[in-house]
């Protein structure tokens, strides 16, 4: 008799005896997980950073200029991101830089891709832009 549960190579994971209880290994293993990950999403000024990081990878500092919003409210954001997994930060000296986290789901990275097409059609997100560069300039 052929065995009906994943093999080490099926994109499917055993979650229970039974074999009625996959989950594909490339989606998040909670509602809580896929909720936060929406609710990070749901957010302008998190998608306007999530934007950004798709271009560079930057401190709060820089944020704060580029986004033109108060100190405080950044790193509130940077923070709901991170527990959502869906940045990084890396640091250096005295500075912390953020960065986007590798997709880890399917759906992640189509999020992303949509952040990717649609955001730059936005003004304040066209804004940001130019705001990124004149700052990247300023850098060299």
Do not use: W
């Amino acid at each position: 008799m052929r065995s009906v549960f994943a093999s080490a190579n099926d994109p499917l994971i055993r979650l229970n005896e039974s074999p009625h209880f996959f989950v594909p290994t490339n989606m998040p293993r909670s509602a809580a997980q896929v909720d936060l990950i929406f609710r990070a999403f749901g957010e302008p000024t998190r998608l306007r950073i999530l934007h950004l990081l798709l271009h560079a990878e930057l401190s709060v500092s820089e944020l704060v200029k580029v986004l033109r919003r108060p100190q405080p409210t950044v790193p509130r954001h940077l923070a709901y991101l991170r527990r959502a997994r869906l940045i990084r930060l890396r640091r250096s000296g005295m500075r912390v830089y953020y960065r986007l986290a590798p997709p880890r789901y399917a759906f992640h990275r189509r999020l992303l891709e949509c952040v990717k097409s649609a955001l730059p059609h936005i003004p304040a997100v066209a804004g940001d832009l130019m705001r990124l560069r004149g700052l990247r300039k300023q850098r060299r």
